[in-house]
């Protein structure tokens, strides 16, 4: 991944923990277990991933010399999995997310595990570049992205784009889990949108969930305007906690009539626009929280407590 830390995508309550653990690879009907796989689990609530810097596996699990899966199985057992975490990182091939027909042919055992690496090695080069503009090949086109990153949560990371600077891409962290976050944030955003809750436009979708262009919003998210607000009493201060509440409000009253596409209603999902001393929310990640519980939520505790603690925990991981 990017970032040493990663918040826990699916709780967002926990910073992920290292593990190692078996992991058992199904390509065509056969099993191949690779007995220690490096993982990151949340201590929370359970969830568990490979870790993105495990991925490199899938160059060897491809690498062309294995005509047949038969062959490729057999290789990967003489070499007890051992060697294929030994390979260099490519240094020199262009930042690239390869033809989709391709993907779609792979075997479903393999499938995730190429997914992950070709986002890790788009994440990881374009993170070790650090600033400017770097081209990216998206299977249909290129686009050209600003360094430093525009923002990050847990299951993504978003970029300013040249060639349409009314836009934005967006890049799916290295886990099936994050691309199924993408996926349905692309599924759900007419909804909300019908539903007269303000959100970025997607213009276009990756099937696989790997990265999507939306439309760039106005104003700036809850977490990066909160502590410029001013005290409690200040007229600013107050015009964007009553604004926020209605917000929420509406969205919780969503949620209870349409709890499939109850969302985070995180700091960094709300963006707040202020404009000639009137203010707007906007929900600028419509992607799933299937475990997020309303039921006891209360305002006054989000606005005092979680705002606060949100922001430290994504300082802490980088986020912010
Ligand atoms: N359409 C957008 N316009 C402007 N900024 C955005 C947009 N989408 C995301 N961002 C920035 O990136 C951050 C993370 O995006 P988000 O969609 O919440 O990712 P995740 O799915 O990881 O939670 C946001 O808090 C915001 O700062
Ligand atoms: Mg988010
Ligand atoms: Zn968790």
């Known amino acids: 991944m990017s970032n ?36 990151e689990e949340c201590p929370a609530c359970g969830f568990r991933s490979l870790s993105g810097r495990e991925v490199r596996l899938f160059d060897v699990l491809f690498a062309p010399q294995y005509q047949t899966i038969r062959e490729l199985i057999a290789a990967l057992k003489t070499a007890g999995y051992v060697g294929m975490f030994l390979r260099q990182d490519r240094t020199e091939s262009a930042l690239a997310f390869g033809s989709r027909s391709y993907v779609r042919e792979l075997d479903d055992g393999v499938r995730d595990l190429y997914l992950d690496n070709e986002s890790s090695h788009v994440i990881e080069g374009l993170g070790a570049i650090g600033t400017g503009w770097v081209p990216v090949e998206l299977a249909s086109r290129r686009l050209t992205v600003k360094l430093p990153r525009l923002g990050e949560g847990e299951n993504g990371i978003v970029y300013d784009v040249k060639e349409a600077d009314d836009s934005v891409l967006k890049l799916a962290k290295p886990r099936p889990y994050s691309r199924n976050h993408l996926k349905e944030e692309n599924e759900v955003t007419g909804f909300f949108a019908s539903h007269g809750i303000p959100v970025p436009e997607v213009v276009e979708a990756d099937p696989n969930g790997s990265f999507m262009i939306k439309k760039r919003l106005a104003g700036e998210s809850l977490a990066r305007v909160y502590e410029t607000l001013g005290p409690p009493d200040a007229p600013l201060h107050r015009l964007v906690r009553a604004t926020t509440e209605r917000f929420i409000a509406r969205m919780l009253e969503l949620f209870v009539a349409h709890p499939e596409v109850k969302t985070s209603v995180s700091p960094n999902n709300i963006f707040v626009l202020v404009e000639d001393s009137t203010c707007r929310c906007l929900l600028v990640d419509t992607g799933p929280a299937p475990l997020h519980d309303y039921s006891r939520f209360s305002f006054a505790e989000y606005w005092e407590t979680t705002i606060p603690q949100k922001i430290r925990q994504y300082r802490a991981v980088g986020y912010l």
Do not use: F, N, Y
Request: proline content about 6%.
């Open 4 to 39: 040493l830390l990663e918040l826990c995508p699916r709780c967002e309550a926990s910073i992920l923990k290292r593990v190692e653990v078996a992991h058992d690879i199904d390509v065509s009907g056969s099993v191949v277990r690779l007995p220690k796989v490096q993982a």
